[in-house]
């Protein structure tokens, strides 16, 4: 199995930035399909983004698109999720998660292995 761990949330004004990273380490991270998801408090995990093993297809949530970008290092076993012009809506726990298909899934049930969470809140 992948272990999976993420860091890089935190407290951000409107307008502001973040970059989120999930590192992996167990099994061969290039294996794996790799998304992101959040879950504001109340609501059900939400798709954020994917991304397949060698970056070549990627999907995000229409509510993302053209401000968050999602990207993976598999030199370095990890994936990135850069996130620019930051709204109070985008305030959610943010999880990373693997998935052994080959096609990336905007459903959570799809994916094998989650991280945590990384806490992001943004203030308007």
């Known amino acids: 199995q992948v272990q999976l761990v993420e860091s890089g949330g935190g407290l951000v004004q409107a307008g502001g930035s973040l970059r989120l990273s999930c590192a992996a380490s167990?099994?061969?991270?290039?294996?794996?399909?790799m998304g992101w998801f959040r879950q504001a408090p109340g609501k059900e995990r939400e798709f954020v983004a994917a991304?397949?093993?060698?970056?070549?297809?990627?999907y995000y949530a229409e509510s993302v698109k053209g401000r968050f970008t999602i990207s993976r290092d598999n030199a370095k076993n990890t994936m990135y999720l850069q996130m620019s012009s930051l709204k109070p809506e985008d305030t959610a726990v943010y999880y990373c998660?693997?998935?052994?298909?080959?096609?990336?899934?905007?459903?959570?049930?799809?994916?094998?292995?989650w991280g945590q969470g990384t806490q992001v809140t943004v203030s308007s």
């Open positions: 991304i397949t093993r060698s970056a070549d297809i990627i």
């Open positions: 167990g099994r061969t991270f290039s294996r794996y399909t």
């Open positions: 998660a693997a998935d052994a298909g080959v096609i990336p899934s905007r459903y959570y049930l799809n994916y094998d292995y």
